[in-house]
């Protein structure tokens, strides 16, 4: 995939930032912002960005920091579909919503890419169709997996949870048997190395849905929708408050605990304003 990006893009003014954005958008798509796009592409993103002195160390750095959850808005993100759930909103609908906002974060951090690289007047490399295509047919199985997913959940072939079976399946098959870059013998030790991950997050969310519980027991949204009522009369006003408010939020909590915890607070609070769920739930996984 990277080496699909940098054949397409590669040309462009910071054509090297621009492939580093897109790609960590791609991946983001699956792993759902939570910091596992760096983990696994920071390192060789890090070497493409500051090889032959292309970009400073620390803007290279910043720009892969600030890209590992830039893909979010887009499907198939797991935080889009779990707000989707908490919130009680057509995950299709926020999948739609989010496609513009995503594409401005997007061209956003790519067009800081462009500046720096003009700035530093960093060299392109020529556009090769030759090689274009030869990325292209060594990642076709991987650029086919999100077209799959969302014909067939768009078209209504399939639902949210046989979506996610297909590109199970799929990933298996393609690894597997076409690219072979597993074999049979090592599925046991991949499913042992996710447990403790999968059960990480499952720990989190337990916590997270019990505090959620709790605080809707006692009666927390209620109150703050009574006083945000009683304190703030402007629509504006309250979603540039939310957006701050969200900020700090995103500095303190991980993105699916905070779609359990604080979720459900905003949402009785934003029903006053009568701003749109789907318009809401954007604003909430972007910040």
Known sequence: LVGLFQNLFGFLPGGLAIVSVLVCAFFTTFTGASGVTILALGGLLSFILTDKNAYEGNYATGLLTASGSIGLLFPPSLPVILYGVVAGVSIKDMFIGGVIPGIIMVAALSLSG????????????????????????LSAWEVLLPVIILLSY??????????????????????????????????????????????????????????????????????????????????????????????????????????????PLIIPVASIFEIHPVHLGIIFLSN
């Open 114 to 137: 462009v500046y720096a690289a003009v700035k530093r007047k960093t060299p392109r490399s020529p556009f090769s169709l030759k090689a274009t295509l030869r990325s292209l047919k």
């Open 154 to 263: 768009f078209m209504g072939i399939t639902t949210l949870v046989e979506t996610g079976a297909v590109a199970v399946l799929y990933a298996f098959v393609a690894e597997v048997f076409i690219n072979k870059d597993l074999r049979l013998k090592d599925i046991p030790g991949v499913f042992l190395k996710s447990l403790p991950i999968i059960g990480g997050v499952l720990v989190i969310l337990a916590v997270a849905r019990g505090l959620s519980y709790y605080i809707i027991d006692m009666e927390v949204p209620m109150r703050l929708t009574d006083w945000v009522r009683s304190v703030i009369s402007s629509r504006i006003l309250f979603l540039l408050l939310l957006n701050l408010v969200l900020l700090i939020t995103g500095c303190l909590m991980d993105i699916y605990s905070a779609i359990m915890i604080v979720a």
